[in-house]
Antibody, heavy 122, light 107 residues
Framework: QVQLVQSGAEVKKPGASVKVSCKTSGDAYTNFYFHWVRQAPGQGLQWMGK????????TYAETFQGRVTMTRESSTSSLSMELSGLTSEDTAMYYC???????????????WGQGTLVTVSS | AIQLTQSPSSLSVSVGDRVTITCRAS??????LAWFQQKPGGPPSLLIYDASRLEGWVPSRFSGSGSGTDFTLTISSLQPEDFATYFC?????????FGGGTKVEIK
């Protein structure tokens, strides 16, 4: 059973940064690509980017270029997504998601975390 | 970026009904399309990938078809647990993009 467990809800002020983490077991972590997707309240899904198994390569959506940083920490089988320059439009549920197959970057997002709600409010 | 247009945005149906949801891509994506189911308060769950391949947990009443720019998700006989929102996602190129969603509600 693959489980992705995300960090808890955050409330941030405009202009601040937020860091969301996602943790899984070692054998569900190594050699897999991970993605981040967000969903504003009552809205659709928006892909933010992905990180490769080594953590040395990332691909970000142009919308978030310069504001997002995705990293992974193999010692804890975890990954993080940091978003800076927050505005009210960044209020959303943020999800980590894992590819179905090892070493695959097919965009088959088979496993998802439970989500982390980030609220941006003054 | 590839745009995905889903229709309808919502539909009211009864248990046992046949449900068809369409997803149209703004350019040819071959068969690189996935479908997700999302229930309130939960993350999306992958139902179908590569346009027609079912994930292992998905009941056979779900099916997907299409290629190029036009795709369909069909539920042959809607069950109570199928009331949810469904999204399509193109797997062809980055940035990954999603359709706007179809909410399937109880009539």
């Amino acid at each position: 059973q693959v489980q992705l467990v995300q960090s808890g809800a955050e409330v941030k002020k405009p202009g601040a940064s937020v860091k969301v983490s996602c943790k899984t077991s070692g054998d569900a972590y190594t050699n897999f690509y991970f993605h981040w997707v967000r969903q504003a309240p009552g809205q659709g899904l928006q892909w933010m980017g992905k990180i490769n198994p080594s953590g040395r390569s990332t691909t970000y959506a142009e919308t978030f270029q310069g504001r997002v940083t995705m990293t992974r920490e193999s010692s804890t089988s975890s990954l993080s997504m940091e978003l800076s320059g927050l505005t009210s439009e960044d209020t959303a549920m943020y999800y980590c998601a894992r590819e179905r197959d090892v070493f695959s970057s097919s965009s088959r997002l088979a496993y998802w975390g439970q989500g982390t709600l980030v609220t941006v409010s003054s | 970026a590839i745009q995905l247009t889903q229709s309808p945005s919502s539909l009211s149906v009864s248990v046992g009904d046949r449900v068809t949801i369409t997803c149209r891509a703004s350019q040819d994506i071959r068969r690189a399309l996935a479908w997700f189911q999302q229930k309130p308060g939960g993350p999306p769950s992958l139902l179908i990938y590569d346009a027609s391949r079912l994930e292992g947990w998905v009941p056979s009443r779900f099916s997907g078809s299409g290629s190029g720019t036009d795709f369909t998700l069909t539920i042959s006989s809607l069950q109570p647990e199928d009331f949810a929102t469904y999204f399509c996602q193109q797997m062809d190129s980055y940035p990954l993009t999603f359709g706007g969603g179809t909410k399937v509600e109880i009539k």
